[in-house]
């Protein structure tokens, strides 16, 4: 067994302190006594009763003022454990570092404002899943999505004006890399708080504000600086308070809030645009926009809770007081010694008594009810969570937790809306799970009613969620108001779905007739390219005559070149027979060989020609070992790939920044 406050143990301290009261209290009566009565008569003439009768009433109030200060120290014993799903958003903060950042306008710099405004946002976020990008000239993931809030503010304090080494500010550059980031993650949609002092329009920004909308990013755009603007500190310690000059003329630069390239993002991602000056961001503005984002399960945790058991010691001690008041021999309502009446108040005053009873703070459940009749709903929204964070009694619980929803309904705070209904839904009364669901149809209507124009789908989701709770309510209750609510929802969904299915046959039928007129251009280019093919293969059969007539030109030229050698060789043939015939007396002319070895050399050329015309075109057609390819097929998959390049688009330029600030 454990307890939650031992300290309070030292209260038992009064106890010896008071029995010590006791016996001096009751010597001192009996030398009144004495002193009145002779000893002998005092039997007789005093009446009251007996000593172990007062002794016996006196421990059980000591008994009963132990019990009271066990139960304020909590004691606990054993666990329970429960499988929590967690929920949560992805939302991502990107800072704008550039050097323009450093501008005093807004005290004590634009970048030291923006990282607490960024500290602040996070602490709201609670369960939801934060990133954090760090953007100048470039921009740079700095922390990845992740519910250890506590790395992405190590993260944001990091950050200076040396985070990012490029210069100027590209807002398309945070952009991407937060599209970048949120296309690893399974929600339908995303939340981006950027905090800037603007910067000049860049070429990509339309291309890339287009690719969000497609995917349902969400930009919260925070403006830091003023109108009037500042000089901007020189960071550099050589030229320590000096300001950054323009390279062109040599002026300190003067820069002022560019806010129109920020509200431009905010309103075409439908979200909002504020301005951070030294006051802090409306938190309201925050959570509403926020509460449009589509939230998706982030992981099961194991919760262990140790059980209180204050009612032990508690339910000890009422039991001995009410049997001491019991005991007493007269009949009137007798005081509290002043010792328990002041333990008594202090147990009433801790939890869980306390939030019982008074509430947190020593807020009262009346309080808060007072603040939403009186149409302060940021103060009953407040006290509402005061009062749950400090664990009343189920009975209790449900009870405030609808009051949370009906007050953060109010302050279009939706999702804390949509906890508190659905925390008053798990009460056993009817007419509160009647209410649960009326506030919880109310509640998923007008969150679908604000996504309806940039995303009609979560509208969709949200307003089934609504009227199935319609349901539910006109199941448990006949309220007319409700049929009609129900009623109103049904409607609305059915022409939602509507326009939706007309929508997507548009859709469809366009992308359909883009696919013909494809289909068309597609036919028209490989007809031009079988053309140009045949074009082609006229041109290689005609480069191939050509070559084979120049290849018959050239055995002709070897064969007259061979005749001639003939003749020749004749001609010495006939001298060496004319001397043949002076030496030994024989005729030894010949036939004229000059004239066979040509024409068989002719021959033989042309069927040369024919085999090595054959062995190249094998040679062609064989395929290799190394890439499984022949040389044909090598050379047409070759020239598709050249075909295909030259439709590819060109890749894209770096965009130079026009200032380095």
Partial sequence: MTFLHPQYFHALWLLPLLVLLRLWSGRRAGQAADSFVAWRLRELLVAGASPVLMWTIFTLQLLALAGFVAAMAQPRWGEEKRQITETGKNVIIAIDTSRSMLADDVSPSRLLRAKLAAEDILGTLQSHRVGLIAFAGRAYLQAPLTTDHEAVVESIRALDTNTIPHGGTTISEALREALEAFSKTKAGSHGLILFSDGGEEDDDLDAVLKEAREKKLIVLAVGVGTHEGALIPDPDPEHAGDFIRDPATNKPVHTRLEEETLQKIARDTGGRYLRLGSQALNASVVAEV????????????????????FYWPLSLGMVCLMIALLLRPTTSLPRLPPAVAALAFLLVCQPPARAALFGAAGHTPAEALEAYKSQDYELARNLYSRLLSD??????????????????????????????FSQALESHDQGMQTRAHQGLGATLYDQGVKSLQQQPDLTEKAWTDSLNHFDAA????????LVENREFVRKQLAELKRQMEEQKKKNQKGKGDKDKDKEKEGSGDKDQKDGEGDEE????????????????????????????????????????????????????GQTPEGKIQAGEAGKRSEKQAAQAEADAQAAEDKKQDVTGFSRNEARNLLRTYDDQMMVLPKPRRERTVAKDW
């Fill in 290 to 309: 926020l509460s449009t984002l589509e939230a998706m399960e982030t992981g099961n945790r194991e919760e262990v809770k140790p059980i209180e058991r």
């Fill in 391 to 420: 664990g009343p009694p189920p009975a209790s619980r449900e009870t405030l937790a609808y009051g949370l929803g009906a007050a953060s309904h109010q302050l279009k705070d939706y999702d804390r809306a949509i906890d508190g």
């Fill in 474 to 481: 006109t199941k448990l209750s006949n309220d007319r108001n």
């Fill in 537 to 588: 293969g006229q041109k290689d059969g005609k480069k191939g005559d050509q070559k084979d007539g120049q290849q018959q030109d050239g055995d002709q030229k070897d064969g007259q070149k061979e005749g001639k050698d003939g003749k020749e060789g004749k001609q010495q043939q006939s001298q060496q027979g004319k001397d043949g015939e002076d030496q030994d007396g024989k005729k030894a």
